[in-house]
């Protein structure tokens, strides 16, 4: 069982920046394709970032791009989410997520992860 847990969320001035982490731990997560997703008061939640299983591709949402970057370290289990240029709209639950894949690709649809975080908060004050 693959269990995923978020860190490093908290709170930060508009145009900071903020690191966030997800450990993998009950599976090597060099077989898992990962995202970030975020979900805002009173809003569905929605995709931020994608990265395929051996972290060489990886996508974004039109708003983040350029601001945030997702990386993967497979040695440490562990997928980063850092944002830059932060704004008020950024202001989230932040949720890892992984699903096991074989081939190299990655995914960003919500509906396709089996695992999931409890969250981080991010609040970005303008």
């Known amino acids: 069982q693959v269990q995923l847990a978020e860190s490093g969320g908290g709170l930060a001035q508009a145009g900071g920046s903020l690191r966030l982490s997800c450990v993998v731990s009950?599976?090597?997560?060099?077989?898992?394709?990962m995202g970030w997703f975020r979900q805002a008061p009173g809003k569905e939640r929605e995709f931020v970032a994608a990265?395929?299983?051996?972290?060489?591709?990886?996508y974004y949402r039109d708003s983040v791009r350029g601001r945030f970057t997702i990386s993967k370290d497979n040695d440490q289990n562990t997928v980063y989410l850092q944002m830059n240029s932060l704004k008020a709209e950024d202001t989230a639950v932040y949720y890892c997520?992984?699903?096991?894949?074989?081939?190299?690709?990655?995914?960003?649809?919500?509906?396709?992860?089996?695992?999931w975080g409890q969250g981080t908060q991010v609040t970005v004050s303008s």
């Open positions: 009950g599976r090597p997560s060099n077989n898992y394709a």
């Open positions: 997520a992984a699903e096991f894949i074989y081939t190299d690709l990655l995914k960003y649809d919500a509906s396709e992860y089996s695992y």
């Open positions: 990265i395929n299983k051996r972290g060489s591709i990886t």
